[in-house]
DNA sequence: GACTATTTGTACGTATGTATC
DNA sequence: GGATACATACGTACAAATAGT
């Protein structure tokens, strides 16, 4: 069997969406439709449509009104390089005020608690694996779903030289500011790129449905002397794009794309 | 029910891949063993590691010797800063040494047409849609294994000043070099990152396994006045990471992760 | 609120094919 | 070839979620 039925069918319902027949929110035949259609079992169907399922190209919808929806595409706009710079633009919350400004209500859910390093953190952070460090967890929602996760880690020793980083809320004038204001500017960072599926624990927090990828942002932000933290965004794949900017930025902004989907 | 069966299974065998009981390249129990141990049918079982190979933990090896076999992790770096500036550092492709560098075998397949720009690239050279454009292709391979590919797209007005865009083979100084030499020094560039799962087309070209996504790094370059190229890479997931950097080098040279897995 | 129809989800059984050792 | 392992494909039954009456 060289191309096998349920491969086939799947082919015919992802032109239906990539050819535009099928449009974002639009649904797929159902399950005894497509039987019928294809003349196959409805095992085959299914296994046809978990397919698409799996590709992030639809999801399902249990119930009557229900049945295999078109999912949509990238929405939000995260600017790395706006994000955690002490500049007059980092007011009180910089990702919040890059939601607003594209339009959609921001909120989030703020947790502190006390970690043992993982030797991957430790590693970027310059200390001993298992060392303690003060963890700020911000879960993020855009119109009220969640979208994305930041963990920024802070080496305890840092911790205890500025108070403020166990406080339990939100900082107003945002950590990048306090921590520049006692002496440990932000200077320059690593970022790490890292696309790959979620844990259950991160599919469950972020509400993901099958088929949908998460991508890293891993930054690593140094004073003059040493690492000072290292936050990692979780992102939803399906409703959010990372961009950051080098160079002169009046050059870039006076051609900057706009649409931007792919 | 609410937790099922096939899940219940999934969670048991995930948590033996987690906690590290099994490792890279070690095999799960076979069907007809997992059948017996949670006492469940075989299609239940095959639903249990379904996921986990739509979870990318996992891999099925046909034949008998094989099995579902635990996958690896990343390990390739691509470094986004040192790509494409026109230092000291691109010699010949900055692609090659970043490979080779990490001690392995860097190979590409290179391809040259001519293409309609797609709406979302037009807008990001800045210009109208359809439009023609240059676009070289690089298919890359480390160790014979395909692990990128790079779509570099280049106005058509620009290819016919700089006539050697057009040659279907690799440019041996770089295009950012030939292109800095005919006075379009790209200066500054726009920086995009996405993650989602690959189309049918990028699956076979890169040979990705079920429950890989892919990383997308579109990188658009201008000189002093205009938008000069776009580039889309498209990363395997689970063999790649992007790298940048931002502000003194020097510090973070001083601090680099190594290990650094995630 | 209760009931029904529709649609997907879970779980089983069975048979046969394909790849590899 | 034979044995082992996963892949495809059919059939069946009942459960759960949702929309409309």
């Known amino acids: 069997m060289p191309e096998p039925k349920y491969r086939k069918v799947a082919a015919e319902l992802r032109e239906l969406i990539t050819s535009g027949a099928l449009r974002v929110g639009d649904r797929l035949p159902t399950e005894p439709n497509l039987q019928e259609r294809f003349g196959v079992s409805r095992n085959t169907v299914r296994d046809a449509t978990a397919l698409l399922v799996n590709e992030g190209l639809v999801e399902s919808v249990p ?20 994000a955690e710079m002490p500049g007059p633009t980092a007011e009180t919350d910089a990702w919040r005020s890059e939601v607003e400004q594209q339009g959609y209500l921001a909120s989030q859910d703020f947790k ?17 694996p298992d060392s303690s460090a003060v963890l700020r967890q911000c879960v993020r929602y855009v119109n009220g779903e969640p979208s994305s ?33 006692r002496g440990y500017l932000q200077l320059s960072y690593y970022d790490e790129y890292v696309s790959r599926m979620p844990t259950p624990e991160e599919a469950s927090l972020l509400r993901l449905q099958p088929g949908t990828p998460v991508l890293l942002h891993i930054r690593t932000g140094y004073s003059i002397n040493r690492p000072v933290r290292v936050s990692i965004n979780v992102f939803s794949g399906d409703r959010n794009r990372v961009v950051s900017t080098h160079g002169d930025p009046a050059i870039i902004a006076k051609f900057l794309p706009e649409e931007a989907a792919e």
Chains 1, 2 share one sequence.
Do not use: W
Not at 71 to 82: E, G, I, N, P, Q
Not at 112 to 128: F, G, K, M, S
């Open 112 to 128: 502190l608690t006390i970690e043992a390093l993982a030797p991957d953190l430790a590693d970027r952070l310059h200390v001993v």
């Open 63 to 82: 119930g009557r009104g229900g049945g295999m929806v078109v999912r949509k595409k990238v929405t939000l706009t995260f600017h790395a390089h706006r």
């Open 149 to 181: 996760v930041q963990n920024t880690y802070y080496p305890m020793d840092l911790a205890n030289e500025v108070q403020e980083l166990l406080s339990p809320r939100d900082i107003p004038q945002g950590t990048t500011r306090l921590l520049a204001e």
